[in-house]
């Protein structure tokens, strides 16, 4: 699990030196799809050991409704339907990156990537 939500920071993350960092096209492209890719990459990993079965995990947490509880969790179910939308993601991403070079001149992308 804790590899998962590293992916997940690192997608965040990068998405926030995107906004902060890149104030010309290039070095938002490069943070904002270098770190979406990264990161998907990193979560693929469990995801693809909870598909075999090999790493399964559960998260409850409280919720303020009675008797409810908020839960996120990764098993081989999940996993089908997250390796499509990691691979995906880091696809759109790349695409992204070669898409946003050809915006007009002076226009700022970092927020495309942060929103990313």
């Known amino acids: 699990m804790l590899l998962f939500l590293v992916g997940l920071g690192i997608i965040l993350a990068g998405g926030l030196a995107a906004l902060v960092l890149g104030k010309t096209p290039r070095p938002a492209s490069i943070l904002g799809a270098g770190s979406a890719v990264i990161g998907c990459i990193i979560c693929a990993i469990p995801t693809a050991r909870g598909l075999v079965g090999i790493e399964n995990f559960r998260v409850n947490l409280p919720w303020e409704l009675p008797g409810a509880s908020l839960s996120f969790g990764l098993d081989a179910m999940s996993a089908v339907f997250l390796i499509p939308i990691l691979v995906l993601g ?3 991403a790349i ?7 050809h915006t007009e ?4 992308i ?4 942060f929103c990313y």
Do not use: N, T, V
């Open 95 to 101: 695409y992204g990156a070669g898409y946003l070079k």
């Open 105 to 108: 001149p002076g226009r700022s």
């Open 90 to 92: 880091a696809l759109a």
């Open 110 to 113: 970092r927020g495309s990537w």
